[in-house]
């Protein structure tokens, strides 16, 4: 059984991270534009917090005192958010990418579902029209590899050339390839998958504007194959 020997602020600041709902500290960081040196020090225990105390707090939304101390608003009364990590396509040929590690996409309050691997996905493009539409968002949690189970289920699917594309996944005619069904475009067919993960929540864009909450400082950009396009 492993001991951990970190300082106990660090181990209360992991869990008030974990708590906020980021899996990692590098997406923390990401997240909120802070130097991830700086961060996985103090959560590994190797700096002390006490000047960063406040920021991370309000970040986590505990109180500095309880990651100082253990006194205090800890992670018990504070609810967990799902974040937003990003762009899903769901446009004719899947030209969105995936926007992966910008941290400007907010969070969500978790579904009934959640899970502490929740995350969420904002959809771009009509192919999925009456599923899943334009300015949807997705929630998914188990990233899994590529396999037959996957048949006739709405996924999350990673490609290898970079694109996170929302489709109905159906086996393709060879092993290890698939066929990516839309609901209001042609399919894609015997496409390579390197990972996938099911849809667990479909949010209609006017139910999510009651509660998204977006990172003020950085604002939505499509990532495209030609390029980056603000949208």
């Given at each position: 059984?492993?001991?951990?020997?970190?300082?106990?602020?660090?181990?209360?600041?992991?869990?008030?991270?974990?708590?906020?709902?980021?899996?990692?500290?590098?997406?923390?960081?990401?997240?909120?534009?802070?130097?991830?040196?700086?961060?996985?020090?103090?959560?590994?225990?190797?700096?002390?917090?006490?000047?960063?105390?406040?920021?991370?707090?309000?970040?986590?939304?505990?109180?500095?005192?309880?990651?100082?101390?253990?006194?205090?608003?800890?992670?018990?009364?504070?609810?967990?958010?799902?974040?937003?990590?990003?762009?899903?396509?769901?446009?004719?040929?899947?030209?969105?990418?995936?926007?992966?590690?910008?941290?400007?996409?907010?969070?969500?309050?978790?579904?009934?579902?959640?899970?502490?691997?929740?995350?969420?996905?904002?959809?771009?493009?009509?192919?999925?029209?009456?599923?899943?539409?334009?300015?949807?968002?997705?929630?998914?949690?188990?990233?899994?590899?590529?396999?037959?189970?996957?048949?006739?289920?709405?996924?999350?699917?990673?490609?290898?050339?970079?694109?996170?594309?929302?489709?109905?996944?159906?086996?393709?005619?060879?092993?290890?390839?698939?066929d990516l069904i839309s609901t209001n475009a042609p399919a894609l067919r015997d496409v390579k998958l390197t990972a996938a993960a099911y849809v667990t929540n479909i949010i209609p864009e006017r139910a999510a504007r009651k509660f998204i909450r977006r990172n003020p400082d950085k604002p939505i950009v499509d990532v495209t194959l030609d390029g980056e396009v603000s949208s």
């Amino acid at each position: 059984m492993s001991f951990d020997d970190r300082p106990d602020f660090a181990i209360r600041l992991e869990a008030a991270r974990a708590a906020r709902g980021f899996s990692t500290a590098k997406d923390a960081a990401t997240f909120f534009g802070w130097p991830y040196d700086t961060y996985i020090q103090h959560e590994r225990g190797e700096r002390g917090i006490s000047r960063a105390a406040g920021k991370y707090a309000d970040a986590f939304r505990v109180s500095a005192a309880w990651l100082l101390t253990g006194e205090g608003r800890g992670v018990d009364a504070q609810p967990t958010r799902v974040p937003i990590v990003g762009l899903a396509g769901a446009g004719p040929h899947g030209s969105v990418l995936f926007a992966d590690g910008d941290g400007n996409f907010g969070d969500i309050p978790p579904p009934t579902n959640w899970t502490p691997e929740t995350k969420a996905l904002e959809v771009r493009g009509d192919s999925m029209y009456g599923m899943i539409n334009n300015g949807w968002l997705v929630t998914y949690d188990e990233v899994r590899a590529p396999s037959y189970e996957l048949d006739g289920q709405p996924c999350v699917v990673w490609l290898d050339d970079g694109r996170v594309l929302v489709k109905i996944v159906e086996l393709g005619r060879s092993a290890g390839l698939f066929d990516l069904i839309s609901t209001n475009a042609p399919a894609l067919r015997d496409v390579k998958l390197t990972a996938a993960a099911y849809v667990t929540n479909i949010i209609p864009e006017r139910a999510a504007r009651k509660f998204i909450r977006r990172n003020p400082d950085k604002p939505i950009v499509d990532v495209t194959l030609d390029g980056e396009v603000s949208s």
